[in-house]
Protein backbone atom coordinates (compact mmCIF):
# COMPACT_ATOMS: atom_id res chain seq x y z
CA UNK A 1 0.00 0.00 0.00
CA UNK A 2 1.36 3.37 -0.94
CA UNK A 3 1.28 6.08 1.50
CA UNK A 4 2.51 9.64 1.51
CA UNK A 5 2.71 11.53 4.42
CA UNK A 6 3.08 15.19 4.20
CA UNK A 7 4.20 17.31 7.50
CA UNK A 8 6.06 20.72 8.00
CA UNK A 9 3.19 22.98 7.65
CA UNK A 10 2.14 26.01 10.14
CA UNK A 11 1.20 29.43 10.57
CA UNK A 12 3.79 32.14 9.74
CA UNK A 13 3.93 35.51 9.10
CA UNK A 14 4.97 36.84 5.80
CA UNK A 15 8.85 36.82 4.72
CA UNK A 16 9.04 33.58 7.05
CA UNK A 17 10.37 30.48 5.60
CA UNK A 18 9.21 26.95 5.94
CA UNK A 19 10.13 23.30 4.96
CA UNK A 20 7.27 20.86 4.02
CA UNK A 21 8.65 17.41 3.96
CA UNK A 22 6.60 14.16 2.48
CA UNK A 23 7.88 10.56 3.20
CA UNK A 24 7.00 8.07 1.39
CA UNK A 25 6.25 4.20 1.80
CA UNK A 26 5.40 1.30 -0.15
CA UNK A 27 6.14 2.18 -3.78
CA UNK A 28 9.78 1.72 -5.79
CA UNK A 29 11.21 5.19 -4.44
CA UNK A 30 13.60 6.18 -7.13
CA UNK A 31 11.01 5.16 -10.40
CA UNK A 32 8.64 8.07 -9.50
CA UNK A 33 8.78 11.61 -9.98
CA UNK A 34 8.04 13.33 -6.98
CA UNK A 35 5.89 16.47 -7.28
CA UNK A 36 4.28 19.24 -4.80
CA UNK A 37 0.70 21.07 -5.38
CA UNK A 38 -1.01 23.38 -3.28
CA UNK A 39 -4.66 24.14 -3.26
CA UNK A 40 -6.24 27.20 -1.90
CA UNK A 41 -9.80 27.64 -0.77
CA UNK A 42 -12.26 28.51 -3.48
CA UNK A 43 -9.53 27.54 -5.63
CA UNK A 44 -8.50 24.82 -8.11
CA UNK A 45 -5.09 22.51 -7.00
CA UNK A 46 -2.18 23.85 -8.76
CA UNK A 47 1.57 22.66 -9.90
CA UNK A 48 3.84 24.06 -7.04
CA UNK A 49 6.80 22.29 -8.16
CA UNK A 50 8.32 18.35 -9.50
CA UNK A 51 11.81 16.28 -9.25
CA UNK A 52 12.87 13.74 -11.12
CA UNK A 53 13.50 10.60 -9.66
CA UNK A 54 17.34 10.75 -9.51
CA UNK A 55 17.05 14.26 -8.26
CA UNK A 56 18.88 15.68 -11.01
CA UNK A 57 15.83 17.87 -12.52
CA UNK A 58 13.48 20.11 -11.37
CA UNK A 59 10.84 22.24 -12.56
CA UNK A 60 8.62 24.98 -10.81
CA UNK A 61 5.55 27.67 -11.42
CA UNK A 62 6.84 31.12 -12.15
CA UNK A 63 5.50 32.23 -8.97
CA UNK A 64 7.72 30.21 -7.09
CA UNK A 65 11.28 30.17 -8.82
CA UNK A 66 13.79 31.39 -6.83
CA UNK A 67 11.71 31.52 -3.32
CA UNK A 68 10.72 27.37 -3.16
CA UNK A 69 13.16 24.96 -3.70
CA UNK A 70 12.32 21.30 -3.72
CA UNK A 71 14.63 18.48 -2.98
CA UNK A 72 14.58 14.48 -2.21
CA UNK A 73 16.76 12.14 -0.31
CA UNK A 74 16.19 8.80 -2.20
CA UNK A 75 18.21 6.65 0.83
CA UNK A 76 15.26 7.68 3.01
CA UNK A 77 12.60 8.19 0.48
CA UNK A 78 11.49 11.62 1.48
CA UNK A 79 11.13 14.62 -0.80
CA UNK A 80 11.18 18.16 0.54
CA UNK A 81 10.06 21.33 -0.10
CA UNK A 82 11.86 24.23 1.50
CA UNK A 83 9.52 27.37 1.08
CA UNK A 84 11.78 30.71 1.94
CA UNK A 85 10.13 34.27 1.18
CA UNK A 86 6.40 33.50 2.20
CA UNK A 87 3.65 35.41 0.90
CA UNK A 88 0.22 35.40 2.13
CA UNK A 89 -0.89 34.32 -1.72
CA UNK A 90 1.16 31.05 -0.74
CA UNK A 91 -1.31 30.13 1.64
CA UNK A 92 -2.71 26.81 1.13
CA UNK A 93 -2.81 22.90 1.87
CA UNK A 94 0.00 21.09 0.58
CA UNK A 95 0.07 17.81 -1.19
CA UNK A 96 2.71 15.54 -2.02
CA UNK A 97 2.32 13.21 -4.91
CA UNK A 98 4.20 10.39 -7.06
CA UNK A 99 4.46 10.34 -10.62
CA UNK A 100 5.25 11.43 -14.13
CA UNK A 101 7.55 13.86 -14.43
CA UNK A 102 4.66 16.79 -15.02
CA UNK A 103 2.82 19.82 -14.15
CA UNK A 104 -0.36 18.63 -14.56
CA UNK A 105 -1.83 16.71 -11.71
CA UNK A 106 -3.07 14.18 -13.91
CA UNK A 107 0.71 12.51 -14.43
CA UNK A 108 0.59 11.65 -10.57
CA UNK A 109 -0.51 8.37 -9.61
CA UNK A 110 -0.09 8.60 -5.48
CA UNK A 111 -1.15 11.67 -3.53
CA UNK A 112 -0.90 12.45 0.26
CA UNK A 113 -3.77 14.29 2.62
CA UNK A 114 -1.82 17.43 2.87
CA UNK A 115 -0.48 19.76 5.25
CA UNK A 116 -1.91 23.26 6.03
CA UNK A 117 0.28 26.30 5.14
CA UNK A 118 -1.12 29.63 6.41
CA UNK A 119 0.88 32.99 5.70
CA UNK A 120 -0.46 36.19 7.25
CA UNK A 121 0.29 39.35 5.69
Known amino acids: QVQLVESGGGLVQAGDSLRLSCTASGLAFTRYAMGWFRQAADKEREFVAVISGDGSSTYYRESVKGRFAISRDNAKNMVYLQMNRLQFEDTAVYYC??????????????WGLGTQVSVSS
Open 97 to 110: AAGNFDAAARGFLF
